[in-house]
């Protein structure tokens, strides 16, 4: 094949992606086992992000791997303070629900990895006019890692409850990098089969004619 040519996929290829798809989850602490990944699958892993869309073709990402457990502890105290923090912002039952539920794995998980947006110097092709198109890049390719490790039964954590700005501090991230993701990878003794939230009615997953409308707002 050359580089022209286009690659048609099969239906079971199609029903393949259908799947790992509906089967990606976002996998906690209490999920995680210690069994090592291998180099070869962070490569996968990696490569996976590096082949996701780039506003411009900027490909404006770059991934800090994180092993050491004194890091993962620095890290782990912007999210003890921050979850103390967000807390108190839900009132009575939610409140509780919020403090019983692990939303995180990062001491648990063999691998994090911070994710950060390196801004070009200069315009970037189609981001003149939607500056945050490059950070959208990024979560771009964050989601094509989330497959990616899926389908190497590999579970994979986003933690948002951080400070990003001590998180850079912790792992010494230039002034200009912004961090986008704080992911964490690590073999799973089980994936649920729907949304852990959405099993403990945290919400409801919104059906497709809630959120699509034809044309225009009304």
């Not at 800090?64 to 039952?93: G, L, P, Y």
């Not at 389908?151 to 002034?175: R, T």
Request: one cysteine or more; hydrophobic letters at 40%; proline letters at 5%.
């Amino acid at each position: 094949m050359d580089e022209q040519s286009q690659r048609n996929f099969s239906a079971e290829e199609k029903q393949l992606l259908e799947e790992i798809l509906a089967h990606r989850r976002d996998v906690r602490g209490n999920r995680f086992l210690k069994t090592p990944i291998s180099q070869e699958a962070i490569d996968t892993i990696i490569e996976a992000a590096l082949a996701a869309p780039s506003v411009g073709f900027s490909q404006p990402w770059e991934f800090v791997i994180i092993r050491n457990q004194k890091t993962k502890q620095a890290v782990k105290q912007t999210f003890s303070e921050e979850t103390a923090r967000a807390a108190s912002q839900f009132a009575d039952e939610k409140q509780q629900e919020y403090i019983r539920l692990k939303l995180e794995g990062i001491l648990e998980s063999p691998i994090n990895m911070a994710v950060f947006y390196k801004p070009k110097e200069g315009p970037v092709l189609g981001q003149t006019s939607m500056p945050n198109m490059g950070k959208y890049s990024v979560v771009c390719a964050i989601q094509n890692m989330w497959l990616m490790a899926r389908s190497l039964n590999i579970g994979m954590g986003w933690v948002s409850i951080l400070d990003p700005e001590k998180v850079k501090q912790v792992l010494k991230a230039p002034k200009e990098n912004q961090l986008i993701g704080y992911l964490c990878f690590g073999y799973t003794d089980m994936f649920y089969n729907q949304p852990e939230l959405e099993l403990k009615k945290w919400d409801r997953k919104k059906l497709q004619e809630e959120v699509v409308i034809e044309e225009k707002y009304k």
